[in-house]
């Protein structure tokens, strides 16, 4: 029989994975998530800028990864390896020669996939977190609202 503990932390595991969904997964019901926005865009597509002094959607993909990564580090309280670029937060991405769509597609995948992974773990017990379940769920939401604001962005840039 289980405890009252354990149907919590079952219902909160399973409410933090269905969030990350709802903003980078399998379909949302509100529009494309960030991956389904992301599914059709072209190399050239994804270095277009819309205007001077505007992100491409290369740029919005890389600081969208960056930030995953930043919330993976706050609910493991594990230090992260180094990021695929130096720097911080927004990164200039103009031309290919820096980093290839590709790579930063990957990148985007990789980190939504490591961060799924460590909310799975910190709920099986598998491993602690520094955070407790209202401070873990404030960051799952927030990225998953990250991640719509960008993909409502990246629809508005791939009309355009």
């Known amino acids: 029989m289980s405890t ?3 149907h919590e932390l079952i219902s909160q595991a399973g409410l933090d994975a269905r969030v990350l969904r709802e903003g980078y997964g399998a379909g949302a019901w509100h529009g494309p998530d960030l991956k389904a926005a992301l599914a059709d865009v072209t190399p050239a597509l994804a270095l277009w800028r819309p205007a001077a002094g505007r992100h491409n959607i ?4 890389l600081h969208h990864a960056y930030t995953v990564r930043s919330v993976r580090t706050k609910v493991s309280g594990r230090s992260a390896e180094p990021f695929v670029l ?3 937060d927004w ?5 290919e020669r820096r980093l290839s769509w590709a790579s930063i597609h990957a990148t985007l995948e990789s980190e939504q996939q490591q961060l799924c992974e460590v909310v799975a773990d910190v709920a099986s017990g598998k491993i602690s977190t520094p955070l407790n379940d209202d ?3 404030g960051l799952v939401l927030g990225i998953t609202c990250h991640a719509v604001y960008h993909a409502g962005q990246i629809q508005l840039i791939k009309r355009l």
């Open 4 to 6: 009252s503990s354990e």
């Open 58 to 61: 290369a740029e919005i993909t």
């Open 86 to 88: 130096e720097g911080e």
């Open 91 to 95: 990164f200039d991405v103009s031309d």
């Open 135 to 137: 401070e873990r769920f």
